[in-house]
């Protein structure tokens, strides 16, 4: 085990070398390499993609197909071959959620994907070739907003 | 950056296997056509900006994350639950 420096946890132990190596950065976010996946204990589904190098970049990241059953990902073969897939290598998708202060109207980013090579622990964020995948889809689509109902 | 003139219909080739051609202009935009080896990606640059941008919001929207969670949870036990499988 080794102990990582977490914007959500502080300090906590994680299996050594587990980190995700990004071979292609996440946008805005270039030069930082490394993230660890780590699962929200208290809410299930939901992961934060932490950064190994700055411990205050964090994203929440989540498998869209949980909110959108029909999801497909959708990503060019030139990218799936910077995750040096090889046969009986497994891909794991996920997408970035935005959380507003109004928690219903959290949003996931379909557009541009998070994909991770799970056997060789390498990551890209995609750029989907669906045209109709936004950044800003909404999650909860049958919930009321708590502005409205004030709890 | 390199710039170069171009009228309609003439093209420029990039690395020998991308050409990109002005088919016309128009007013205020120019309509280009790209014929590239299918390995090259292509998309419009708005694009990568939207990501970006939607990135840089996600990246700050977890600063108060800690209490969310709890809230979250909620919502997902209460409403979201059809969700689930």
């Known amino acids: 085990m080794e102990t990582i420096k977490t914007k959500a946890y502080g300090e906590i132990q994680v299996e050594k070398d587990t980190e995700i190596f990004f071979k292609r950065e996440i946008l805005g976010f270039e030069g930082f390499k490394y993230y660890y996946l780590i699962e929200m204990g208290d809410l299930p589904n939901f992961y934060w993609l932490q950064s190994k ?97 004030g709890e | 950056m390199l710039v170069l003139s171009r009228k309609e219909e003439e093209s420029i080739i990039i690395n020998d296997n991308i050409e990109i051609k002005i088919i016309g202009v128009k007013q205020d935009q120019v309509k280009i056509g790209i014929i590239a080896p299918k390995d090259v990606k292509i998309f419009r640059k708005e694009i990568y900006d939207e990501i970006q941008s939607a990135n840089i919001a996600a990246a700050s929207s977890t600063d108060k994350l800690a209490d969310l969670a709890e809230n979250i949870k909620d919502k997902l036990g209460k409403g979201g639950k059809s969700k689930k499988k």
Not at chain 1, 76 to 99: K, M, P, T, Y
Not at chain 1, 110 to 123: E, S
Not at chain 1, 124 to 135: E, V
């Open chain 1, 53 to 149: 190098e700055e411990p205050e970049l964090a994203f929440i990241v989540v498998n869209p197909r949980l909110f959108k059953p029909d999801y497909v990902l959708n990503i060019d073969a030139s990218d799936l071959q910077l995750l040096e897939l090889e046969d009986g290598e497994e891909i794991v998708d996920f997408v970035i959620v935005n959380i507003p202060e109004d928690v219903t109207k959290m949003t996931m980013n379909l557009l541009g994907p998070i994909v991770i090579n799970a056997n060789k622990r390498i990551g890209i964020q995609a750029i989907s070739l669906s045209n109709d995948y936004g950044t800003k889809v909404p999650i909860f689509t049958n919930l009321e907003s708590t502005e409205n109902k």
